[in-house]
């Protein structure tokens, strides 16, 4: 086939968790697409919805310097992490999974499981009540303190429930108890909250504008709340999502008397264990959808202008793809522009009106990378060329 020049393919997925992140997608999609249409200009934008790899996608689509640092992990143990600091150290992305992420305490269950012993077992209950947001508050305290007043806080993954009070007391804000004692870290401890001092928080922390890119859209509270969607994931048992959704009920209850801010059943203030209530009641932050803001802020409906085709996806299409994630989102974009979007995927679940809601946002097509009956590690081994395989014969049909 000859070289066709001037036809303009987008790539624009989200990663396949666990598997490949979104720029190695993108790497792969792209070279299968070439492999239909050789020359083809080819435009990767790496996306996310706020949780793990969207710090990739913004530095892959906008440069800037990646920082690392030592921080605090949700238990206090020193790690290495990173965000995202512009050319002009004017603005930065703070991931909150790279130094308070679920992963990073998989090591104390599987220390406990090996060792098998009560007291290994009762350490191991208190994690989901202690783990704290603490080091993601030293990122964001080390990009103000380099100049940055614009912090884009991406809060997928976390593995604390607390409030994002770790977050904040890095920033200087104090939690009292009723005799005025600093509370110790996590979000269990919140039952116990009598006041907030933030009279301590530097000016530049005032100063700079705070934006939450929120992957999910629980309240702080309640039974679809920040305990009882997170808590389980963290580990918790069903006593302790009780007892973490009673502290956090507390914790709204002080920050509305403090703050006159009522974040008890905003939409997104329970993400990242409530981190986004926190954060919008005494810094306020502006929440909004994380792939939506993703995709404005690394230009996507710039790069769909005069585009033939864009190529989207995700590991796994389900009933939540419609909801705002990051499919549905190229797939809404690129029907204001009359661009076909098709999703490649690692796997296609879900009811039966999946796809129909997709379809429905604006999604022309999807497939799944499975060309036969394969076991999850064969798929998650073989993802990358299975991908440029798909993409290459997705083009084919589309100008073969």
């Known amino acids: ?62 440069g800037g ?3 690392v640092l030592t921080a605090a992990d949700p238990l206090g143990r020193p790690v290495r992490a990173r965000y995202g600091l512009s050319a002009d150290a004017r603005s930065a992305v703070v991931e909150l999974a790279s130094a308070s992420g679920l992963p990073l305490v998989a090591d104390v269950e599987d220390t406990v499981d090996a060792a098998g012993t009560a007291s290994a077992a009762s350490a191991s209950s208190s994690t989901p009540l202690r783990a704290s947001t ?145 954060l919008v009641a005494l810094l306020g932050a502006e929440p909004a959808s994380g792939a939506e803001l993703v995709a404005g802020t690394v230009g996507l409906a710039a790069a769909l202008e005069g585009a033939a085709l864009v190529l989207t996806g995700e590991g796994r299409l389900d009933g939540r793809s419609a909801g705002g994630r990051v499919v549905s989102v190229v797939a809404a974009l690129a029907r204001e522009r009359g661009v076909p979007a098709v999703a490649l995927a690692g796997g296609i679940a879900g009811p039966p009106d999946t796809l129909h809601a997709l379809h429905a946002s604006g999604l022309t097509a999807a497939f799944s990378i499975a060309d036969g009956a394969r076991t999850l590690d064969e798929l998650t081994g073989s993802a990358a060329p299975m991908l440029a395989d798909l993409a290459e014969q997705v083009v084919r049909l589309r100008f073969g």
């Open 134 to 278: 603490g080091g993601t508050g030293e990122l964001i305290a080390d990009a103000v303190g380099r100049g940055a007043r614009e912090v884009l806080v991406c809060v997928g993954g976390s593995a604390a429930t607390d409030g994002g009070t770790g977050l904040l007391r890095a920033l200087g804000v104090r939690f009292l108890d009723a005799a005025g004692k600093e509370l110790p870290p996590g979000g269990g401890a919140l039952a116990a909250l009598a006041a907030i001092d933030d009279s301590d928080v530097p000016a530049a922390v005032r100063e700079t504008r705070f934006r939450v890119a929120c992957d999910v859209t629980a309240p702080l509270v309640g039974p679809a709340g920040a305990a009882a969607v997170l808590g389980p994931q963290a580990g918790a048992s069903p006593g302790q999502v009780a007892e973490l959704d009673a502290a956090l009920g507390r914790y709204a209850d002080v920050l509305a008397a403090h703050t006159g801010v009522r974040v008890h059943d905003l939409p997104g203030a329970g993400a990242a264990g409530g981190a986004c209530g926190g």
């Open 1 to 62: 086939m000859e070289p066709v020049r001037t036809t303009r393919l987008v790539v624009a997925p989200d990663s396949f968790k666990g598997c490949l992140g979104a720029v190695e997608v993108c790497a792969a999609v792209e070279e299968g697409a070439l492999r239909a249409l050789p020359g083809a200009d080819v435009v990767a934008v790496p996306l996310g919805d706020g949780g793990e790899g969207t710090l990739d996608c913004f530095l892959a689509a906008l």
């Open 65 to 67: 310097q990646e920082m």
